[in-house]
């Protein structure tokens, strides 16, 4: 169990899948030695045989007022992808034996809407997709919602469409504030309308990345784009000003695809060189 204190508001980590990627599996590169230049936080983020861990994982916000869910990973009983097999996993029942039944959700913020990020938005029911956080609003950003609903081959049905038929939905934009020290933040790049989600309490603030990052080593060499990148060069605008912002401020940086230990801080040395450390204990 892994979970983060940012002032009073606690962060937990609810994995769902792990998988060992190559980094061209992920990143448009084909430098093979490019992860092992640099240190990181944990051994899984460059592993000898050259690939590293993409964790699947959704974040819970507590903010003790709020229960606020940031992304619900692929779901169980969606299509096989390339690097999954169709997930029968125990997700939903260990978010619920960490102290959060689905029914005590109030928020749900979809960053994006690719599969991997609002798969247990729904889940099946007698053969029937239904919503399952029915007593949460689901945010999506109003931009991000518009490019996929032009997209002709967009599945959304089975992940958005019965929230949308429930009413659960709320468009919204990308610097939304969602409650008390929890507010969202534009992304865009990887897709039109991502956003990350700023936490901020007692003085101290988290980031989650959206996937504005696949591997730190993007805060590195931000030219170094992510595979399903919609718009390379403005994810990468994305990234450079992602650690203007956050580089020794203190703000952890949570990865949504980052393994063991999934969150960090953006350090700059003195010649300027950007590195992504453990944090300290917490
Ligand atoms: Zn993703």
């Known amino acids: 169990?892994?979970?983060?204190?940012?002032?009073?508001?606690?962060?937990?980590?609810?994995?769902?899948?792990?998988?060992?990627?190559?980094?061209?599996g992920v990143l448009r590169t084909d430098d093979t030695a490019l992860l092992k230049r640099y240190p990181w936080p944990g051994p899984d983020f460059s592993r000898p045989d050259g690939t590293f861990l993409l964790?699947?994982?959704?974040?819970?916000?507590d903010t003790g007022a709020?229960?606020?869910?940031?992304?619900?990973?692929?779901?169980?009983?969606?299509?096989?992808?390339?690097f999954?097999?169709?997930?029968?996993?125990?997700?939903?029942?260990?978010?619920?034996?960490?102290?959060?039944?689905?029914?005590?959700?109030?928020?749900?913020?979809?960053t994006h809407l690719h599969f991997d990020h609002i798969g247990w938005n729904t889940h099946l029911v007698a053969g029937t997709w239904v919503p399952t956080f029915p007593r949460a609003r689901h945010l999506v950003t109003r931009v991000e919602w518009d490019h996929w609903?032009?997209?002709?081959?967009?599945?959304?049905?089975?992940?958005?469409?019965?929230?949308?038929?429930?009413?659960?939905?709320?468009?919204?934009?990308?610097?939304?504030?969602?409650?008390?020290?929890?507010?969202?933040?534009?992304?865009?790049?990887?897709?039109?309308?991502?956003?990350?989600?700023?936490?901020e309490s007692g003085g101290e603030r988290a980031v989650i990345t959206g996937d504005l990052v696949h591997h730190p080593v993007q805060f590195i060499e931000p030219d170094v784009a992510g595979l399903a990148d919609a718009d390379a060069a403005r994810a990468a605008?994305?990234?450079?000003?992602?650690?203007?912002?956050?580089?020794d401020t203190g703000t952890l940086v949570i990865g949504t695809h980052f393994?063991?230990?999934?969150?960090?801080?953006?350090?700059?040395?003195?010649?300027?060189?950007?590195?992504?450390?453990?944090?300290?204990?917490?």
Not at 55 to 61: E, F, I, M
Not at 185 to 196: M, N
């Open 1 to 24: 169990m892994t979970a983060w204190r940012i002032g009073t508001t606690v962060i937990h980590k609810v994995s769902e899948a792990e998988v060992a990627v190559s980094l061209a």
């Open 55 to 61: 964790s699947v994982h959704a974040l819970v916000v």
């Open 66 to 82: 709020r229960r606020i869910l940031v992304d619900t990973g692929v779901g169980n009983a969606r299509p096989a992808v390339p």
């Open 84 to 110: 999954l097999p169709m997930l029968d996993s125990a997700w939903l029942e260990e978010l619920t034996a960490l102290g959060y039944p689905p029914e005590s959700i109030d928020t749900v913020v979809c």
């Open 149 to 199: 609903a032009d997209d002709p081959d967009a599945d959304l049905h089975d992940t958005m469409q019965p929230l949308i038929d429930a009413g659960l939905v709320d468009f919204v934009g990308t610097d939304h504030r969602v409650a008390d020290g929890v507010r969202l933040e534009a992304a865009p790049g990887h897709t039109p309308g991502q956003v990350a989600v700023v936490v």
């Open 237 to 247: 605008a994305t990234r450079r000003a992602f650690v203007d912002r956050y580089a």
């Open 259 to 282: 393994p063991a230990p999934t969150a960090g801080l953006l350090r700059r040395g003195g010649d300027g060189d950007v590195r992504f450390v453990a944090d300290g204990p917490r």
